[in-house]
């Protein structure tokens, strides 16, 4: 058990940065996800945080003990890798036990957890078959055994579902977070998967770039995103955008764009004001869009999709399309004149010169969806 | 129509082509001398006969004068290419796997370079090198020992090893590695454990590859051995063609004997040295 | 660090007797006549242009090498291209191809001999019976005879190597290039011109500059199967070297042998080499 402490860490290939300076601290038994776009860090951090990546700088913390100096086989950490890298030459049993038998664990102790861990995930029957003759799913879950039945400080998960299909990637996903509930123990989750990390994290650390653009809950991440980077990234689909201007109208904060204008709630906060006369982007979640038949903006349907219990209204606001998501059915036709409804309680508004977002919508979007419909 | 015709013509020819000279001594191998001289030969042995391999641990008085006695030595010569072929393949093994190791793994400064450098002193012919070869083995008291053969096969060998081993190791994917590393093993585990075991049909096809080059070798053999303490087999071989006594049967049995190890090694192990021959060489 | 002990082994094992070997060339120096020994220049070198039997042999060799590659290539290919069909027994065809292979240089020439032999040979019994001679010839006393002969040996101990390399260059053809041509209405012959040959190209490259550098050092077979005879007809310059340094034990003369070799060799190979460079297909 451990709380793993990132300081100041950094990596370098070669003069490439591929991780500026990251510092976290995750929690011990906590369930941290880094996400992030390919190429943003995130693999190289948790390399390091495993050993297997020297660190060009910074520092490792395993419970306040620095750990750089440390090789990978001598930290108390297991791993799951995106190729699961299964031993092709050994049995399930022996790649599962493998890690027990290096840490000269006594034989029968050995043969009882593999059993435990083996029936835990499922995978009892598969104990004496080659990995080559398992499916994509039953390498996922001796992968998945090979770090449970460690007893260590750390779990470290590299993209561990972004091989399945995504039916079991979905099935995955529940039975990984309940793993995590069941041991207890500190997971440190990577994927780029932003679904993945909404659904499975106490905590979610954005990356961008070798840097951490926000860390927090996953409601935190989705309610207040804290740059128009994040808010891009997490969610699905994506937050609308618009770019326009703040302007003072009197005692009230207007955001104007072509035909489009919102009224900026009063409590908006200095950072706003500060924002007037010039140039701002405006982002809102598709959920947080209404239609209606008059009394907002007027645009037309682009298109719509059924997602299901919702349909994804894609309309046309002069040269902006902006994405709203509805309860089914929904009848509007292809061009069908519609008009658009943008919650000012909902929107974020962001400064274009840095990405920063100096207003949050006020509530949990997620928490009080129903009310916003 | 007329290409299936033309094929299986060409396939039987093919066919006979590469089997009936090595039937012919295997066939000569098993007849007494008088049936293997006359006019018109048998292409069956009428009178088959183990006579001329009995020979070999037992021979008589005439047979013994026979090619500086090239019948009694040949069971010890095929023991000398035996011990000096298996060493070689280890110790290529050996060497091969570390340099190997460090050309797929670690993209050092000049690795490029230094594999082709390796490649092209196999450029040069082994003749070019023999007298200082000879030269450093009297120096070192080799002569006409193991030793002096396994290193000069190893010099043979050791490029071309270290060009499969490469070639093989860079198919084992590194996370591999990593997992291993993750799973508490140092270097020398992780190597013994994991990543050997997954390359065995590249280790295979290079000690194979190995050990058929000190089988095969007779130059430097020639050279460096003088005695039956370290000749190899085609040394013998070779002492039973430079005598015109020499039976033709015997010679034919001799022969036979020398290609059987060889022989069966490449027929048990088929596809990976053409896996590993072809790997290498062509990827254009 | 890993690369060391191939590094020491190679370094020590062949650079420094190549460079040694050059050292030797540059003196007389003759094993039985200690006392003359002395550095003299370039004296080996310039007295081989003037030496006939050196100027014999070195003719001798390049014709051998001529017809070896000639055979070697067109047996290789037909063969290479008929096991890239698929046809009843293909698997056993592929099997026997590596049949040479296993035979160690000595043996192959101890079994042409047997096969030749004027007295038992298979090929006068053979010819005699399909009426075609009227007595057993002795093939090898003839110079012509010899010289084919030693050559047709070779190239049947040379030939697996060229068909693995081919047929490992034919399998990486995309079979969809065969379904435009067709598709583009070529021929048989055009399809082999068009889309085949192309392909082989590279791996044909590379068995020229392998079969070159055997052939330059043909030694096993040719020593066993003639000894250099019928009077100077086989006496390659692989041989000759041996002999002048084994028999004559002239280091001098012999290094300065083993260096027109080696350089002869490099010449063609680097020849081969820039032509396959400049098609850009070559790599490492």
């Given at each position: 058990m451990a709380e793993v402490r990132l300081e100041n860490v950094r990596k370098e290939f070669g003069g490439v940065v591929a991780v500026e300076d990251v510092s976290l601290t995750v929690a011990d038994r906590e369930f941290l996800t880094l996400v992030g776009p390919s190429g943003c860090g995130k693999s190289t951090t948790l390399r390091m945080i495993c050993g297997l990546e020297r660190m060009s700088g910074g520092q490792v913390y395993f419970d306040d003990e620095p750990v750089a100096h440390l090789p990978a086989n001598k930290r108390d950490v297991a791993m799951v890798f995106q190729s699961y890298a299964?031993?092709?030459?050994?049995?399930v049993a022996q790649n599962l036990g493998f890690a027990l038998r290096n840490l000269r664990v006594p034989k029968a102790e050995i043969a009882t957890r593999v059993d435990e861990v083996a029936a835990s995930l499922g995978i009892e029957k598969l104990l004496e078959r080659k990995p080559k003759e398992l499916s994509g799913g039953q390498r996922q879950r001796v992968a998945l055994g090979r770090a449970v039945i460690r007893d260590a400080g750390a779990y470290l998960l590299d993209e561990?579902?972004?091989?399945?299909?995504a039916q079991l990637r979905g099935d995955m996903r529940a039975e990984l977070k309940r793993l995590h509930a069941d041991l207890r123990r500190t997971f440190i989750y990577v994927t780029h998967d932003q679904v993945e990390a909404m659904t499975m994290s106490d905590r979610i650390a954005v990356m961008k770039d070798g840097l951490v653009q926000q860390c927090a809950s996953p409601e935190e991440i989705y309610a207040r995103p804290a740059n128009l980077f994040v808010a891009s990234f997490m969610g699905s689909p994506p937050m609308n955008f618009l770019s326009g201007e703040v302007q003072r109208d009197g005692e009230r904060l207007l955001f104007r764009h072509d035909g489009v204008t919102v009224e900026l709630p009063e409590q908006a906060g200095p950072a706003v004001n500060e924002l007037a006369g010039c140039e701002a982007v405006l982002g809102i979640r598709p959920e947080d869009v209404r239609l209606a038949g008059e009394g907002g903006v007027p645009g037309q349907v682009f298109v719509a999709e059924l997602l299901g219990a919702d349909v994804l209204v894609t309309v046309r606001l002069g040269e902006e399309l902006v994405k709203a998501r509805v309860p089914a059915p929904y009848d509007g036709r292809v061009n069908e004149g519609v008009s658009v409804v943008l919650a000012p309680e909902k929107v974020h508004l962001f400064d274009p010169s840095d990405g920063r977002a100096v207003l949050a919508a006020r509530a949990a979007s997620v928490l009080d969806r129903g009310e916003s419909l | 129509m007329t290409k299936k015709v033309v094929l299986y013509v060409l396939a039987i020819g093919f066919a006979l082509y590469l089997v009936v000279p090595f039937y012919w001594i295997v066939n000569m191998s098993f007849m007494h001398e008088a049936d293997a001289a006359s006019v018109p030969p048998h292409f069956l042995p009428d009178n088959p006969t183990a006579d001329n391999y009995v020979s070999f641990v037992n021979p008589s008085a005439k047979e013994a004068l026979v090619g500086s006695n090239a019948v009694a030595d040949t069971p010890f010569a095929v023991l000398n290419s035996l011990v000096v072929a298996f060493s070689t393949a280890v110790v290529n093994l050996v060497l091969g796997t570390f340099a190997a190791y460090s050309f797929s793994r670690l993209q050092f400064r000049g690795s490029q370079v230094l594999l082709i450098v390796y490649l092209l002193?196999?450029?040069?012919?082994?003749i070019a090198i023999i007298i200082p070869f000879y030269l450093v083995m009297r120096t070192l008291d080799?002569?006409?020992?193991?030793g002096a053969l396994i290193l000069s096969y190893t010099t043979f060998a050791l490029p071309i090893t270290i060009w499969i081993l490469k070639d093989y190791f860079r198919t084992i994917p590194l996370e591999l590695e990593d997992a291993a590393r993750v799973d508490r093993c140092g270097w020398f585990r992780m190597m013994w454990t994991v990543f050997l075991p997954i390359s065995a049909p590249g280790l295979v096809a290079a000690a194979i590859f190995s050990f058929m080059t000190a089988w095969n070798e007779f130059m430097f053999a020639l050279f460096m051995t003088s005695t039956i303490a370290s000749q190899t087999i085609p040394v013998i071989a070779a002492n039973f063609a430079t005598d015109v006594e020499t039976q033709v049967t015997m010679m034919a049995a001799a022969g036979v004997l020398a290609v059987v190890p060889p022989l069966v090694l490449v027929l048990i192990c088929q596809r990976l040295i053409v896996q590993g021959m072809a790997a290498g060489s062509v990827k254009g | 660090m890993l690369n060391a002990p191939a590094m020491i082994v190679i370094g020590l094992l062949v650079a420094y007797p190549i460079a040694y070997s050059f050292w030797l060339s540059l003196h007389r120096y003759n094993l039985k006549l200690p006392a003359l020994e002395r550095f003299v220049w370039f004296q080996n070198y310039v007295s081989l242009v003037t030496d006939p039997v050196f100027l014999n042999s070195l003719w001798v060799t390049v014709m051998f090498v001529v017809v070896v590659l000639g055979l070697t290539v067109l047996l290789g290919t037909t063969l290479a291209l008929v096991l890239n069909e698929t046809f009843l027994g293909r698997g056993v065809l592929r099997s026997l191809v590596l049949l040479p292979w296993a035979m160690p240089g000595v043996v192959n020439g101890l079994m042409w001999r047997t096969i030749f032999d004027a007295k038992t040979g298979a090929l006068n019994g053979l010819l005699l019976q399909l009426g075609l001679i009227d007595s057993y010839q002795?093939?090898?006393?003839?110079p012509t005879g010899a010289f084919l002969i030693t050559a047709f040996a070779q190239v049947w101990n040379t030939l697996p190597f060229t068909v693995i390399i081919l047929l490992a260059g034919l399998s990486t053809i995309p079979s969809e290039q065969y379904d435009v041509a067709k598709v583009d209405r070529a021929g048989v012959v055009q399809r082999f011109t068009q889309v085949t040959l192309p392909w082989l190209l590279h791996p044909l490259l590379i068995v020229l500059i392998l079969e070159t550098m055997n052939a330059f050092r043909a030694f096993d077979t040719i020593y066993v199967l003639t000894g250099g005879g019928p009077g100077d007809a086989t006496n390659v310059i692989a041989v000759l070297n041996v002999r002048t340094v084994l028999t004559y034990t002239d280091f001098g003369l012999g290094s300065a042998y083993s260096w027109v070799i080696t350089i002869v060799t490099l010449v063609i190979s680097i020849g081969y080499i820039s032509t396959l460079y400049q098609r850009g297909r070559i790599d490492v």
């Open positions: 299964l031993y092709p030459h050994k049995t561990p579902l972004s091989n399945l299909d | 002193t196999r450029m040069v012919p082994g080799l002569l006409d020992t193991y | 002795a093939w090898l006393t003839s």
